[in-house]
């Protein structure tokens, strides 16, 4: 799909206010209302816009630690890699997963209470065979930059 600058407007000023009104969204742009929703909706149909979510503050709703955890597997087929990524998906306190290239074979995000609910996760990953040779764990210590608008910019190439 070809961008022209009111969608990409239209995904700037979503990727910041997702729970902005479809009415005020057409007047940030300067768009009526009709053609606004009309590009929202084949923004959404094309997968450009994948949902809409909020950012829960942690910090205000109990005692947590995050950690990032680069993980190696044992086994380099695609049956592994298949049935790793499967078994993480049943883990809730794993909120984010990526394959890598290069060096680990994965990163994952994952939020429990305290660092003993962190190592019991793991403990129980360990025990549940479902590939994990090797991990390291990066404690987060404090947000520096948090999740913000894609460099639409830089990615678009304008």
């Keep these: ?5 009111r969608d990409i407007a239209i995904l700037r000023v979503l ?5 902005i009104t479809k009415a005020a969204l057409a ?3 300067g768009l009526s209302p009709t053609p606004c929703w009309d590009r929202l909706k084949k923004l959404e ?22 950690v990032f955890v680069a993980a190696e597997l044992a086994d380099h087929t695609a049956a592994s890699f298949r049935a790793f990524e499967e078994a993480v998906g049943r883990y809730d ?3 984010a997963c990526w394959a890598l290239g290069g060096g680990f074979d994965y990163l994952m995000q994952i939020v ?4 003993d ?5 793991i403990d129980t990953m360990l025990d549940a065979r479902i590939g994990l040779a090797r991990y390291f764990t990066y404690i987060v210590t404090k947000p ?10 830089a990615l678009l190439g304008r």
């Design 1 to 5: 799909m070809k961008l022209d600058d």
């Design 15 to 19: 990727s910041t206010e997702g729970r």
């Design 27 to 29: 007047d940030r742009i």
């Design 45 to 66: 149909d094309a997968g450009l816009i994948e949902g809409y979510r909020a950012d829960i503050g942690l910090k205000k709703l109990g005692p947590h630690v995050t």
């Design 93 to 95: 306190e794993v909120i």
């Design 112 to 115: 429990t209470r305290d660092i």
């Design 117 to 121: 609910a962190y190592q019991r996760l």
């Design 144 to 153: 520096v930059k948090g999740r913000t608008a894609p460099p639409f910019a």
